[in-house]
């Protein structure tokens, strides 16, 4: 299974929304930049995250985009969903609609597609927009401590190489 842009993209943005919750309203050629998005293709992907209600917008000199509810309500599923419909791998395991098959009495294979189905449901519905705030902050930790350990390396061979 293979997700597309818009989700993967759309994603992105819900993130970067989320790191902005509380505060004034996004405009949208703030989140391109920080994403690295296209803006046309942004403002696309926000009108149907804003028709599923997931954002809201604020219109105005001072206006720009928020979340419509807290990052700890909206799931990484309910972003995946609004953009690229419901998951499933093959039709005959769609969320909503499966379609019926002749076979799938007899369809081993289909056990196999369910619970990729669900499996794959399972962790979209387990990770909030929060979850991947917070993770983001620790690695930003991470990384910064990192970046200091290698610099004391440095100055460290440095002043050996000094003396």
Same mark, same amino acid.
């Given at each position: 299974?293979?997700?597309?842009? /818009?989700?993967?993209?759309?994603?992105?943005?819900?993130?970067?929304?989320?790191?902005?919750?509380?505060?004034?309203?996004?405009?949208? +050629?703030?989140?391109? @930049?920080?994403?690295?998005?296209?803006? *046309?293709?942004?403002?696309?992907? #926000?009108?149907?995250?804003?028709? %599923?209600?997931?954002?809201?917008? !604020? =219109?105005? %000199? *001072?206006?720009?985009?928020?979340?419509? =509810?807290?990052?700890? $309500?909206?799931?990484?599923?309910?972003?995946? =969903? @609004?953009?690229?419909?419901?998951?499933?791998?093959?039709?005959?395991?769609? $969320? #909503?609609?499966?379609?019926?098959?002749?076979?799938?009495?007899?369809? #081993?294979?289909?056990?196999?597609?369910?619970?990729?189905?669900?499996?794959?449901?399972?962790?979209?519905?387990?990770?909030?927009?929060?979850?991947?705030?917070?993770? @983001?902050?620790?690695?930003?930790? &991470? $990384?910064? &401590?990192?970046?200091?350990?290698?610099?004391?390396?440095? /100055? &460290? =061979? +440095?002043?050996?190489?000094? !003396?």
């Amino acid at each position: 299974m293979r997700f597309s842009t /818009r989700g993967h993209y759309g994603l992105k943005a819900m993130f970067d929304l989320a790191q902005h919750y509380g505060g004034a309203p996004v405009p949208l +050629k703030s989140v391109a @930049a920080r994403q690295s998005l296209s803006v *046309q293709y942004l403002e696309q992907l #926000i009108a149907i995250l804003r028709k %599923a209600g997931l954002v809201k917008s !604020v =219109r105005g %000199a *001072q206006g720009g985009y928020m979340l419509a =509810r807290n990052p700890q $309500e909206i799931k990484v599923g309910d972003v995946v =969903r @609004a953009l690229e419909g419901p998951l499933a791998p093959v039709d005959c395991v769609h $969320e #909503i609609d499966p379609k019926v098959c002749d076979q799938a009495d007899d369809c #081993i294979t289909r056990i196999v597609w369910e619970k990729i189905r669900n499996s794959i449901a399972q962790v979209m519905d387990s990770i909030t927009l929060a979850d991947l705030c917070r993770e @983001a902050k620790e690695r930003e930790g &991470k $990384e910064k &401590k990192e970046n200091k350990e290698k610099r004391k390396r440095k /100055r &460290k =061979r +440095k002043s050996e190489e000094g !003396v």
